[in-house]
């Protein structure tokens, strides 16, 4: 594997897992307030998205346009400033909405630049490693967020804007290479010519929707959880819950480990497996009523969404660096996935407000990614020398 992809594994598994501290700091914030809304934990999460989907036109062709690298360097500095406004006790929903836009903007050039850092052969295996490392950040952020927070929360946000500013320093022994020229235009109507082009084909419809599905579910899960275990394993503060879905984090990476060798971008079909398998043990998870049973589920879980996430990552870069660009293929993917999981979190939210449990909430949630991944299949040839024969 190229040497210069350590530099890279590193600064992300920083910036995310700082990204995820920063988010159960706010929520121990949230949680030590008295009277606190019910709509103020699931609004913090929307409102961090809603800078992927307003900024996916501008980010896709600013990490194409410029070095990656330094556009990793950029996000980086504008989530610790967001972390400062924290700090500050700027209104908690405005300031970690600044760390969503430094997020959008670090997202595109940190999975873009992996064309650039591997070939064909490497990138599903590069992105494997990326998976798993992302995945561990998010739910090692969690936990050490988390508990932190519960010791102090001043302690917890100077940590995490110091951890921003060491993985923007880390970027930069990232090479340097010479960027995509762009075509010129109203970045509105080239984003929506780029949607036009990529789902004209099975393949990349399938590479942008399948990653949209997937992070629907998993923002789902997570919020979901968040009410689940409380009511059911009667935990108690949010390290307990941050906890168990460290269990996910052991899944995820048993798949992406062993995903390489099961589904190669030749065979991106098989993704579907993993996928329905996933939906079931959504479904299972709202039988278990013992804290054990359930971190089994959450690993079963979580290898499950590894093997279904990573291939599809691996063929939406190869396909956008072979067209619009790598960058801009990740951006389009962002839009997506992130208008699917305000979607679902907000569903979420509105079946809360109506009192409807979150047991009912993880069986309705199964069922509708089983239906999703089906609908998603259609047309999807076995392998790439495979052709669509119309009807």
């Not at 804007?161 to 060491?166: M, S, V």
């Not at 396909?319 to 960058?327: A, F, K, T, V, Y």
Request: aromatic share 10%.
């Amino acid at each position: 594997m190229n040497k210069a992809f350590y530099p890279l594994l590193i600064a992300q598994f920083l910036s995310v897992f700082a990204d995820n501290m920063i988010l159960f700091t706010v929520i121990a914030m949230v949680l030590k307030l008295e009277h606190a809304p019910s709509w103020y934990v699931p609004a913090l999460q929307s409102l961090f998205l809603v800078a992927f989907v307003l900024l996916a036109p501008w980010v896709g062709g600013f990490a194409d346009k410029y070095p990656k690298p330094r556009v990793l360097l950029a996000g980086n500095l504008i989530k610790a400033i967001g972390g400062g406004l924290l700090f500050l006790q700027v209104e908690p929903l405005i300031a970690y909405c600044l760390v969503g836009v430094g997020a959008a903007i670090y997202s595109p050039a940190k999975y873009g630049i992996l064309p650039e850092l591997a070939g064909h052969q490497q990138l599903v295996k590069v992105n494997s490693w990326i998976e798993s490392s992302t995945i561990l950040a998010i739910l090692t952020g969690m936990s050490v967020g988390a508990s932190l927070a519960d010791y102090s929360i001043s302690v917890a946000l100077l940590t995490t804007i110091g951890l921003f500013l060491l993985s923007a320093l880390i970027t930069l022994f990232l090479p340097i290479k010479a960027p995509k020229i762009l075509p010129a235009g109203w970045k509105i109507v080239l984003f929506y010519h780029e949607i036009c082009s990529f789902f004209a084909e099975p393949r990349p419809r399938f590479a942008v929707l399948g990653g949209s599905l997937f992070w629907a579910a998993a923002a789902s899960v997570r919020v979901i959880i968040i009410a689940w275990a409380p009511l059911v394993l009667l935990t108690k503060d949010t390290s307990d819950i941050a906890n168990l879905t460290l269990f996910l984090a052991l899944g995820i990476v048993v798949g992406a480990a062993v995903v390489p060798v099961l589904i190669p971008l030749e065979h991106l079909r098989r993704a579907r497996y993993p996928a329905y398998m996933m939906g079931l043990l959504i479904i299972a998870l709202g039988f278990t009523n013992t804290e054990w049973s359930a971190r089994a589920v959450l690993f079963c879980m979580g290898a499950a969404g590894g093997m279904f996430i990573v291939p599809i990552n691996a063929a939406l870069q190869e396909l956008g660096q072979e067209s619009i660009g790598s960058g801009g293929a990740v951006a389009m993917q962002n839009f997506f996935q992130n208008v699917a999981m305000l979607l679902s979190v907000g569903l979420y939210t509105l079946a809360a407000a109506q009192h409807i449990d979150p047991v009912t909430a993880l069986w309705g949630l199964g069922v509708l990614l089983i239906l999703a991944t089906l609908l998603l299949m259609w047309r999807l040839p076995e392998s790439v020398t495979q052709k669509i024969t119309p009807k």
